[in-house]
T-cell receptor
Framework: NAGVTQTPKFQVLKTGQSMTLQCAQD?????MSWYRQDPGMGLRLIHY???????DQGEVPNGYNVSRSTTEDFPLRLLSAAPSQTSVYFC???????????FGQGTRLTVV | AQSVTQPDIHITVSEGASLELRCNYS??????LFWYVQSPGQGLQLLLK??????LVQGIKGFEAEFKRSQSSFNLRKPSVHWSDAAEYFC??????????FGAGTRLFVKA
């Protein structure tokens, strides 16, 4: 089973560039989330989705957009990259609210 | 608001010694609680979870955790630590809207 797949694994952007981080899951999970991980701050929720066509903001949504056109895919878009968005990004999916989240391997993003 | 506090940023234990990682949560209802482990450069892996019932839960790799409602705590324990346990550990609470809120993490160092 592939589980949750994130691409790319590494990315360097220049300030002001845009890009999309891809996330796909093959477990038919309704719930998907994006987190960013920064030293000493744990994982902070950026955006999440409770099903196709439904998304909502998490703790730190500014500068990011998401959409959920299918159950499988949940891309994260950086509209105009800033150095403050240098981080490791994790996508996760969950079957239900009382089950654990399954995580991708992460995308390490550097904005210069 | 929901929150998770892990008071210890890092802990060092000797191989073979016992381990306890602390976690306190703030949540208005019965919480769904999780412990995850992250090895360097990897995603997060679930160690154990608590939803209801027996307050002492067993997980993988010999870990256990005890839910204490009166103390709003969910501490992780292991009787004998192995060098391979060196990693970062995250406590998390499953919140409304299928969001998972993470603590800042505790990095475990194991000395020979």
């Amino acid at each position: 089973n592939a589980g949750v797949t994130q691409t790319p694994k590494f990315q360097v952007l220049k300030t002001g560039q845009s890009m999309t981080l891809q996330c796909a899951q093959d477990m038919n999970h309704e719930y998907m989330s994006w987190y960013r991980q920064d030293p000493g701050m744990g994982l902070r929720l950026i955006h999440y989705s409770v099903g196709a066509g439904i998304t909502d903001q998490g703790e730190v949504p500014n500068g990011y957009n998401v959409s959920r056109s299918t159950t499988e895919d949940f891309p994260l878009r950086l509209l105009s990259a800033a150095p403050s968005q240098t981080s490791v990004y994790f996508c996760a999916s969950t079957y239900d609210r009382n089950t654990e989240a399954f995580f991708g391997q992460g995308t390490r993003l550097t904005v210069v | 608001a929901q929150s998770v506090t892990q008071p210890d940023i890092h802990i060092t234990v000797s191989e073979g010694a016992s381990l306890e990682l602390r976690c306190n949560y703030s949540y208005g209802a019965t919480p769904y609680l999780f412990w995850y482990v992250q090895s360097p450069g990897q995603g997060l892996q679930l160690l154990l979870k608590y939803f209801s019932g027996d307050t002492l839960v067993q997980g993988i790799k010999g870990f256990e955790a005890e839910f204490k409602r009166s103390q709003s705590s969910f501490n992780l324990r292991k009787p004998s630590v192995h060098w391979s346990d060196a990693a970062e550990y995250f406590c998390a609470v499953g919140a409304r809207g299928f969001k998972t809120i993470f603590g800042a993490g505790t990095r475990l160092f194991v000395k020979a």
